[in-house]
């Protein structure tokens, strides 16, 4: 069963008389369990199509369906639990709250979610172990470094075990190092979690990573082929 | 509204990131709920004295009296054996005040003038208990039991008589049967009552006297009742009733007795409330103004808890939290501060330059003790608190309409 699936998916922003395509008619179908990369140049439309896959943005027309589901005629609350059962987010920009520690940003999710404390924080405990991050479960985003706040974001993503990661260049603001141990915690994920993985990046690193690399041009998808 | 512990604890880290705002806009509310506590309870007070002093100089708070006469006073619809029903009345009602009194119009004659002046007979003994008009003799002296053809009258009416103590007046008028009734009465008191009416048309004779002159026997027109508390009246009406059984009496509260004083009382009110309102429209101005930049500030946080599955409703509720948080916060602090303000002023009293000077002309208190109770320490900080919580529905219903997106877009 596919994890993704887009038919004719079109975003378009306009500005003045100018229409600026940030996605033109794009279909594309993703298994569940696959690691896949969305490689292009900036403004060739990869956040976008994260942002459609995830339900953040609405599309201008074209289908969107995640698990089986069509969301792009999803209302905003809808939406909000699929995200919020289904779907892990990495930005670019970490995103953490700022007024919650490390372990509380981890299990923001699972509180929403309902999750009860002890096991959350039995959970969030193993993840941050998991991301390096055990020492630091106190510290408010404002005392970590990038890298360990995109570990934190990262923990934040997947620790309530959602079917599909969208990580948005969650290696650009990274060192060499800590970007690797980052792709391989994904990679892990992917294998023992059969978690589905929808990167975006600039990075070759990255690309050598995935197992299906899609590239974007100008709104659509050029080359899409298997790694 | 259902908080779970993160909106709960979102809602207080958030409020805590800017301290001075939060307290800034805590504060505002502080200030307004001590002044509403204070203004109302001083009100209050006021009505109070008002109420006490405008019943106190006629009126009373009760009044035993025959059928029919409070509409149409004649001469001949009276109180049987008022004195003896009146004793009755201060052996049932220890706590009470009871007088009774006997009026009638009648031509009242000095040596220049001739004037109607409306005559009542009072028993001095118990008058002041009743009435502070015996506290407003300002020349001469009130009424005592042992007085024979003595009259107290009020300041105007002397001028306009052109008497003044010890100069003799002659009533003519209408005895209760019909007969003509007249009497001589020598001035032993003049009054200032600050009512021209009253200073102007009101005379005071033993009720002895004139229950002789105007043939009344031992009856009189009403029996004035003083109670502990002017708006605690049913013990003492459902007493009297027990009491006074005898066909064609009835009792009537100061509020049939003086319809009008109610109503200035609310259209008072009134105006104070529209006062009270305008402070809490700017309150909840302020508040507004705090959320709305608050929620501004924090668009593109609203963006990303959107993004990791919060409904928009969510976040509306945490606005919502956040402003009760802060408007309790005020409600507390205000109703304990105002409290504490109110009791300082109910033990000393209120008063500004000039007050017990021209006070002590009418014979009223110099000072104004707030009134604390229930409604006048909660009412008003509890608008406060309502008022900012409506306010918090622009701010909220902002965040209804964002787009995850777009929030995560804003700087």
């Known amino acids: 069963m596919s994890s993704v699936r887009c038919v004719a998916l079109c975003r378009f922003f306009f500005q003045g008389d100018q229409t600026i395509k940030a996605l033109d008619h794009v279909d594309l179908e993703i298994d569940e369990r696959e690691f896949v990369c969305l490689s292009g140049p900036s403004g060739s439309g990869k956040t976008t199509l994260l942002n459609a896959i995830g339900g953040l943005d609405k599309p201008t027309s074209g289908e969107v369906w995640v698990a089986g589901k069509r969301i792009d005629t999803l209302g905003k609350s809808e939406l909000a639990n699929m995200r919020l059962h289904q779907i892990g987010f990495v930005f670019q920009a970490y995103n953490l709250i700022p007024v919650l520690t490390a372990r509380e940003n981890i299990e923001f999710v699972m509180q929403v979610q309902g999750v009860d404390p002890e096991q959350r924080r039995r959970r969030s405990m193993s993840i941050l172990g998991e991301v390096g991050m055990d020492d630091m479960e106190d510290r408010r985003p404002a005392q970590l470094s990038g890298g360990q706040q995109q570990r934190v974001a990262v923990a934040r993503a997947i620790v309530s075990k959602p079917a599909m990661v969208l990580a948005d260049e969650p290696t650009a603001n990274l060192d060499s190092v800590t970007a690797e141990h980052l792709m391989d915690l994904f990679v892990r994920l992917n294998e023992t979690h059969d978690t589905t993985f929808v990167i975006s990046t600039h990075d070759q690193r990255v690309m050598s990573y995935a197992r299906r690399l899609i590239g974007m041009v100008d709104g659509r998808i050029v080359t899409d082929e298997a790694h | 509204?259902?908080?779970?512990?993160?909106?709960?604890?979102?809602?207080?880290?958030?409020?805590?990131?800017?301290?001075?705002?939060?307290?800034?806009?805590?504060?505002?509310?502080?200030?307004?709920?001590?002044?509403?506590?204070?203004?109302?309870?001083?009100?209050?007070?006021?009505?109070?004295?008002?109420?006490?002093?405008?019943?106190?100089?006629?009126?009373?708070?009760?009044?035993?009296?025959?059928?029919?006469?409070?509409?149409?006073?004649?001469?001949?619809?009276?109180?049987?054996?008022?004195?003896?029903?009146?004793?009755?009345?201060?052996?049932?009602?220890?706590?009470?005040?009871?007088?009774?009194?006997?009026?009638?119009?009648?031509?009242?004659?000095?040596?220049?003038?001739?004037?109607?002046?409306?005559?009542?007979?009072?028993?001095?003994?118990?008058?002041?208990?009743?009435?502070?008009?015996?506290?407003?003799?300002?020349?001469?002296?009130?009424?005592?039991?042992?007085?024979?053809?003595?009259?107290?009258?009020?300041?105007?009416?002397?001028?306009?008589?052109?008497?003044?103590?010890?100069?003799?007046?002659?009533?003519?008028?209408?005895?209760?049967?019909?007969?003509?009734?007249?009497?001589?009465?020598?001035?032993?008191?003049?009054?200032?009552?600050?009512?021209?009416?009253?200073?102007?048309?009101?005379?005071?004779?033993?009720?002895?006297?004139?229950?002789?002159?105007?043939?009344?026997?031992?009856?009189?027109?009403?029996?004035?009742?003083?109670?502990?508390?002017?708006?605690?009246?049913?013990?003492?009406?459902?007493?009297?009733?027990?009491?006074?059984?005898?066909?064609?009496?009835v009792v009537h509260d100061w509020d049939e007795l003086q319809p009008g004083l109610r109503q200035s009382v609310q259209a008072d009110m009134a105006s104070a409330w529209f006062m009270y309102a305008v402070l809490i429209v700017l309150v909840a101005f302020s508040v507004l103004n705090t959320q709305l930049m608050s929620v501004l500030d924090r668009t593109r946080e609203f963006g990303i808890v959107m993004a990791l599955g919060l409904a928009p409703i969510r976040l509306g509720r945490l606005v919502f939290l956040e402003t009760g948080i802060m408007a309790g916060l005020g409600l507390l602090l205000g109703v304990a501060a105002g409290s504490a303000v109110v009791s300082w002023f109910g033990f000393h009293g209120f008063t500004y330059p000039g007050l017990e000077e021209m006070s002590a002309r009418f014979n009223l208190p110099g000072r104004i003790y707030p009134s604390a109770s229930f409604a006048s320490l909660i009412w008003g900080p509890s608008v406060v608190f309502l008022a900012c919580l409506a306010a918090a529905i622009y701010p909220a219903a902002k965040l209804l309409r964002l787009q995850p997106v777009a929030a995560m877009r804003a700087a």
């Open chain 2, 1 to 249: 509204m259902r908080v779970d512990n993160i909106t709960l604890s979102l809602a207080w880290r958030n409020l805590w990131r800017h301290p001075r705002r939060t307290w800034l806009t805590v504060g505002a509310m502080v200030f307004s709920n001590i002044l509403l506590v204070f203004m109302i309870s001083l009100q209050f007070g006021m009505y109070r004295v008002m109420y006490d002093n405008s019943l106190s100089l006629i009126t009373g708070h009760l009044q035993v009296q025959a059928e029919g006469y409070i509409d149409e006073p004649r001469m001949r619809s009276t109180v049987p054996a008022a004195g003896g029903l009146a004793n009755a009345l201060r052996q049932a009602m220890p706590a009470n005040n009871v007088a009774v009194r006997a009026m009638a119009f009648a031509l009242v004659s000095s040596a220049e003038r001739s004037l109607g002046v409306q005559v009542v007979g009072v028993q001095p003994s118990y008058e002041p208990d009743v009435s502070n008009l015996p506290g407003l003799v300002k020349q001469g002296r009130f009424l005592k039991a042992s007085d024979e053809r003595a009259a107290v009258i009020g300041s105007s009416l002397s001028r306009n008589l052109k008497v003044g103590l010890g100069d003799e007046l002659t009533l003519f008028g209408s005895g209760r049967d019909g007969s003509f009734a007249a009497g001589i009465a020598n001035v032993v008191g003049i009054f200032e009552s600050g009512s021209n009416d009253i200073d102007r048309s009101f005379m005071q004779i033993p009720l002895t006297e004139f229950q002789e002159v105007f043939f009344m026997g031992d009856q009189g027109h009403s029996i004035v009742v003083m109670t502990p508390d002017l708006f605690e009246l049913e013990p003492a009406m459902s007493t009297i009733r027990s009491i006074v059984d005898a066909d064609g009496l």
